[in-house]
Antibody, heavy 123, light 111 residues
């Protein structure tokens, strides 16, 4: 059974940094692309970033480009999201999710999701 | 980048059928047969219900079906059940700089 467990969320001041982690199990992690999707409580879903299975290809939403960095450690079956220069509008529940393939190009849907970790940006 | 347009809410009685629309543009929904649908119960993670417009993942009830015409995709739920009450989101591949776009979500109420 696929399991994705996010951690690292919390309260941070505007301009601050936070690193989210997503521990994966139940599948061969390195053979699947992964993604972060966020959701403001009570609002819709927003795709944030994605990374190919090898880690060589990364993609970002325009809203986070230059501030967030996605990465993965396939030896630890873990996905990361380094978030810098955080803004109030980054406040959301951040989900880790799995693509159905190893590559991102041409892919768009996510077949397994974690339960999310809450990031609150406030002074 | 604008989200795909979904009705804010739909409702139906047990046993009835409902349809949720998802309207995009020729750069996303209309570009390819790459539309998926997710079900989200309160406090839970989204669950994939439909992908590639009309394909169901293993384990998803055949009561859920998808279709597309031009720039609008649709999710139909037949034989409504109480447990179908949830939020539903569509998403699509896009040819824009951000490769994935979601709809704003539709709250389904089972009367």
């Amino acid at each position: 059974e696929v399991q994705l467990l996010e951690s690292g969320g919390g309260l941070v001041q505007p301009g601050g940094s936070l690193r989210l982690s997503c521990a994966a199990s139940g599948f061969t992690f390195s053979t699947y692309a992964m993604t972060w999707v966020r959701q403001v409580p009570g609002k819709g879903l927003e795709w944030v970033s994605g990374i190919g299975g090898s880690g060589g290809s990364t993609y970002y939403a325009d809203s986070v480009k230059g501030r967030f960095t996605i990465s993965r450690d396939n030896s630890k079956n873990t996905l990361y999201l380094q978030m810098n220069s955080l803004r109030a509008e980054d406040t959301a529940l951040y989900y880790c999710a799995k693509y159905p393939t190893v590559v991102i190009r041409g892919q768009y849907y996510f077949d397994s999701w974690g339960q999310g970790t809450l990031v609150t940006v406030s002074s | 980048q604008s989200a795909l347009a979904q009705p804010a809410s739909v409702s139906g009685s047990p046993g009835q059928s409902i349809t949720i629309s998802c309207t995009g543009t020729s750069s996303d929904v209309g570009a390819y047969n790459f539309v998926s649908w997710y079900q989200q119960h309160p406090g839970k993670a989204p669950k994939l219900m439909i992908f590639d417009v009309n394909k169901r993942p293993s384990g998803v009830s055949s009561r859920f079906s998808g279709s597309k015409s031009g720039n609008t995709a649709s999710l139909t739920i037949s034989g409504l059940q109480a447990d179908d009450e949830a939020d539903y989101y569509c998403n699509s591949y896009t040819v824009n700089s951000t490769p994935v776009v979601f709809g704003g979500g539709t709250k389904l109420t089972v009367l």
